[in-house]
Nanobody, 119 residues
């Protein structure tokens, strides 16, 4: 089993910045992808950004140039630096870890952290 603990959400004004962190613990494979997803009220959960063990990143078009995902493999921790925040970024942000054992991929989720962008 894998546990994910997120931190760093909060209330910020438009144009401001936040940094989310997610620490993973438990039965973690040597190769895995971590990422962030967001879900606004009444909407489906959607990709924000992912990063592989090798450092390859992928971003949603809506956050490219504003958000940066990074990870510390030694700490099994992923970060999301969120700059130039907009009101439409308001959502609950969930950390995800995906790893494969054999031919099966497993997804693990954190409890979510709320990000609210408002003046």
């Amino acid at each position: 089993q894998v546990q994910l603990v997120e931190s760093g959400g909060g209330l910020v004004q438009p144009g401001g910045s936040l940094r989310l962190s997610c620490a993973a613990s438990g039965s973690i494979a040597s190769i895995y992808t971590m990422g962030w997803y967001c879900q606004a009220p009444g909407k489906q959960r959607e990709l924000v950004a992912t990063i592989t063990s090798g450092g390859r990143t992928n971003y949603a078009d809506s956050v490219k140039g504003r958000f940066t995902i990074s990870r510390d493999n030694a700490k099994n921790t992923v970060y999301l630096q969120m700059d130039s925040l907009k009101p439409e970024d308001t959502a609950k942000y969930y950390c995800n870890l995906r790893q494969t054992r054999g031919f099966i991929s497993y997804d693990y989720w954190g409890q979510g952290t709320q990000v609210t962008v408002s003046s």
